[in-house]
């Protein structure tokens, strides 16, 4: 009974901890959420007050951010970058984990710990030099701005799926290139499916990363190929530092809309994929 009663309680303790963390993980999305129904005015002197009669304007936010944004086309644009930045990701750091795992020397262990060591370079440090050799090798447009996100997300992939293909037995790709198989067929033919657990985890990630950026398409694509995040950004900043706050709420909400559902419809994917590779690497 003494175990039972400890059990609920700790029980108890931690469905109020998890309760509160997820109140304030979600205050920040229901606070965009009111305010995009309210009046700018408004915005600034209350913004934790329940849109009313006074407050209330409907859906003119949504409607004149769209007309400014050019919401529609920065949509099309982030959702090619995202898709393409994301199948590139996946491809190329799972086959260079695979090469990492089976081809054990110097040059692999050496590959490995510079992706290790990627991601705890600050993008700060190195995006003025990256904006000045993208320009100069002709990357500022949507396929260079992919394969740059290829250079920045590698660190993160390729340390998840390492851990993967260790679970990978040996055994099998032996089996198959026994019954004629060469190396890419081994791979994409029976390694690559193994790592679907992993895979979805890293598309989740890199997509919520890919499609939320501001600072790099900024800096790769400037004003001419506009994302999501830029196009709301310079639409709604008027002159002299004034900013349609109303306008922006609502543009955010339209923006994290896609990538909310896309994360609630596959988070469970992000635990089995990490725990996954935990326990087999």
Not at 25 to 31: A, C, E, K, M, N
Not at 147 to 155: C, I, K, R, T
Not at 156 to 178: D, N, W, Y
Not at 200 to 213: F, G
């Amino acid at each position: 009974m003494t175990f039972s009663r400890q059990k609920t309680a700790s029980n108890t303790v931690a469905i109020f901890f998890l309760a509160v963390l997820a109140f304030v993980f979600l205050l920040p999305i229901v606070l965009v959420l009111m305010n995009s129904f309210k009046s700018r005015l408004y915005i600034s002197s209350a913004p934790f007050a329940i849109p009313d009669g006074t407050t209330f304007v409907g859906l003119e936010n949504y409607i004149k951010g769209l007309r400014s944004s050019g919401f529609f086309v920065s949509f099309l644009r982030s959702l090619f970058v995202t898709v393409c930045s994301v199948a590139v990701i996946i491809v190329c750091t799972s086959m260079t984990s695979w090469f990492i795992v089976r081809v054990k020397n110097r040059f692999t262990s050496g590959l490995y710990l510079l992706f290790a060591f990627s991601m705890i370079v600050p993008f700060q440090m190195v995006m003025y030099t990256m904006t000045y050799v993208v320009q100069s090798i002709g990357f500022n447009n949507l396929p260079g701005v992919v394969l740059v996100y290829l250079g920045f997300g590698a660190g993160l992939s390729v340390f998840m799926f390492t851990g993967f293909v260790k679970a990978v037995p040996l055994e099998v790709e032996e089996a198959a290139e026994i019954d004629g198989c060469n190396p890419l067929q081994t791979y994409f033919m029976i390694v690559f499916p193994m790592l679907k657990p992993t895979a979805i985890t890293v598309a989740i990630l890199n997509s919520m990363w890919v499609w939320n950026d501001y600072l790099l398409p900024y800096l790769v694509l400037g004003t001419k190929h506009k994302t999501v995040p830029v196009a709301i950004q310079l639409a709604m900043q008027g002159a002299y530092g004034s900013t349609d706050y109303g306008g922006f709420m609502a543009m955010l909400v339209l923006a994290i809309i896609p990538i909310v559902a896309f994360y609630i419809a596959s988070q469970k994917y992000i635990i089995k994929g990490v725990i996954s590779g935990a326990i087999k690497g």
